[in-house]
């Protein structure tokens, strides 16, 4: 039984050209024909943060992209387009994952079966760096990126300290917060 709707890969060759253009890049499409109308779920990340307008202006090019596929080749009925971000609680799966966290607190389990919490620093194709609390101190840690088995962003709800982000590699950063909290 045919959908009528484009296929995963289908989707992606149709919007991974376009939204490069813009510096993001399609992550993944989930497809589900089983809701009422079916859908079609665009997952978008890029190195820069996707604020709503970006949303909404790459779900009009998507929109549009899908509308001309469908006139060439129509489907059998409606669907229901979404285009949104990763999301914090999608794991860290790559390099450019950990890349584009870099000052997030994650969450991060160990092929040892460890556990550790702590922000993403510098990262390197093989390795991430960890800034972590030990003993009342920040120190930081080289994780080889093959040993992590699964790192979650963790969703904060006060500012990381100045120490803490400087650890990580982001001063700059530490020095905007500081000039903010004393003006």
Known sequence: MTTGLPSQTQVIELLGD???RTGYEVEDVVID?????????VIVDGDTALDLDTIA??????S??????????PTSGRYVLEVSSRGVDRPLTSEKHFRRARG?????????????????????????????????EWAVRQIPLVEIVKAVVQVEFTPPSQAELEFAGL??????QGTEAGA
Not at 106 to 130: H, I, K, M, N, P
Not at 171 to 176: C, G, H, I, L
């Open 171 to 176: 001063a700059e950063v530490a020095r905007t």
């Open 64 to 73: 549009a992209l899908l509308d001309d596929l469908d006139n060439t080749h």
């Open 18 to 20: 376009e939204f490069a």
């Open 57 to 62: 202006a790459l779900s009009r090019r998507a």
């Open 104 to 136: 997030r607190k994650v969450e991060v389990e160990l092929s040892d079966g460890s556990q550790l919490t702590g922000r993403v620093g510098e990262v390197r194709a093989d390795a991430v760096a960890l800034v972590l609390r030990h003993d009342g």
């Open 33 to 41: 024909t089983r809701a009422r109308p079916p859908q079609i779920r």
